[in-house]
């Protein structure tokens, strides 16, 4: 078909239209009017302040240049607690994402009592990050912490552990906390995924005789990637 036929079936636009991609830019630029005032800007000041020597509580902003970057990267705790701290999300990021994954594929499947189920789910990420805290802390504490006193009646462990003393520990129990209150999001957003997927896709690879894991990682898995 010649481009003249291709430009008579195409619908002319109106004059004075508004195209569907400036008015999805319409639609989009109060949040993201709100997004630059609520993180841009505290971002672009906080790079500003960190070029000058400030002493608090006067308004005695002393410039330095990159001389704070160049004290902080000589510091010997710096790179460990980089390090520490990728290690940490990195490893709160794949927990939450194995974890949801598999809550969602489980609260996929129909089966007596799923809504309780998924009501009892969203519990942990409606909780306050303040709740969070204190939730933690009354489960972790080394005294008359729950987790203790199950652990030590079950003879796990000989005297209550402090779980907060030692820093690794204590790194490791506040990730875990954090995939505790996460693993709700990630389960509805994978439950929101897994929902897309065609049954079609999943009854042709059960009848090429795919089994569950196969059925995952060949139809299940690459549609929600």
């Keep these: 078909m010649s481009s003249v036929a291709v430009s008579a079936v195409r619908p002319r636009r109106r004059t004075g239209e508004m195209s569907e991609s400036v008015f999805g830019y319409a639609l989009a ?6 997004t630059l005032v609520l993180l841009a800007y505290p971002l672009v000041y906080s790079f500003w ?3 000058h020597e400030i002493k608090l509580g ?16 000589r510091d010997p705790l710096f ?6 701290t990728l290690a940490f999300a990195l490893s709160v990021t794949l927990l939450t994402t194995v974890v949801g994954l598999g ?6 499947d129909d089966f007596f009592g799923r809504n ?6 969203i519990l942990p990420w409606s909780l306050s990050q303040a709740m969070l805290a204190l939730t933690t802390g009354w489960i972790f504490n080394s005294t008359f912490g729950p987790l203790n006193g199950l652990l030590y009646q079950l003879g796990v462990v000989d005297e209550y552990v402090r779980w907060f003393a030692e820093g690794r520990v204590a790194l490791a129990v506040i990730a875990v ?14 439950l929101g995924a897994l929902q897309t997927v ?25 549609w929600i990637r």
């Design 198 to 222: 065609p049954e079609d896709l999943l009854k042709a690879a059960r009848v090429d005789g795919a089994g569950p894991v196969r059925r995952f990682l060949l139809v299940t898995l690459p």
């Design 177 to 190: 906390a954090l995939v505790w209150h996460l693993t709700p999001f990630a389960t509805l957003l994978f």
């Design 49 to 51: 302040a960190s070029l």
């Design 58 to 73: 006067k308004n005695d902003w002393r410039w330095v240049g990159f001389g704070n970057y160049e004290s902080l990267f």
């Design 103 to 108: 809550f969602a594929l489980v609260l996929s």
């Design 79 to 84: 790179w460990p607690i980089v390090n520490r």
């Design 116 to 121: 309780v189920v998924r009501a009892l789910l």
């Design 29 to 34: 630029l109060p949040a993201l009017a709100l």
